[in-house]
């Protein structure tokens, strides 16, 4: 059974720092993908970052602006977004999730939600002003 757990999330000024953890067990060799997706109130679920089990290939969503960084331990099953400088907008509730298949270009793939298979519970980050 695939499980994915995330924490880390919380309340944090503009400019702070948090670092999110996504622990991942029991999942199958070929699900390679680790994806970071966040859903503000009244928006749609966006990605924001994933990163590849295998080769530690990493893509970030154009908000990312280099603010955040995205990692894996693979001895661990754990895979991190390191995020700086936040804003209020970046206020959300932050989902880790595992999916398989190729990144494709540019790692088009992997930002859809739909080739992730199993999602975490989420973790509230907030941003205040």
């Known amino acids: 059974q695939v499980q994915v757990v995330e924490s880390g999330g919380g309340l944090v000024q503009a400019g702070g720092s948090l670092r999110l953890s996504c622990a991942a067990s029991?999942?199958?060799?070929?699900?390679?993908?680790m994806g970071w997706f966040r859903q503000a109130p009244g928006k749609e679920r966006e990605f924001t970052a994933a990163i590849s089990w295998s080769r530690g290939s990493t893509y970030y969503a154009d908000f990312v602006k280099g603010r955040f960084t995205i990692s894996r331990d693979n001895a661990k099953n754990t895979v991190y977004l390191q995020m700086n400088s936040l804003a209020p907008e970046d206020t959300a509730v932050y989902y880790c999730?595992?999916?398989?298949?190729?990144?494709?270009?540019?790692?088009?793939?992997?930002?859809?939600?739909?080739?992730?298979?199993?999602w975490g519970q989420g973790t509230q980050v907030t941003v205040s002003s």
């Open positions: 029991g999942r199958p060799c070929s699900s390679d993908a």
């Open positions: 999730a595992a999916g398989g298949g190729p990144p494709g270009p540019y790692g088009r793939n992997w930002r859809a939600p739909a080739v992730y298979d199993w």
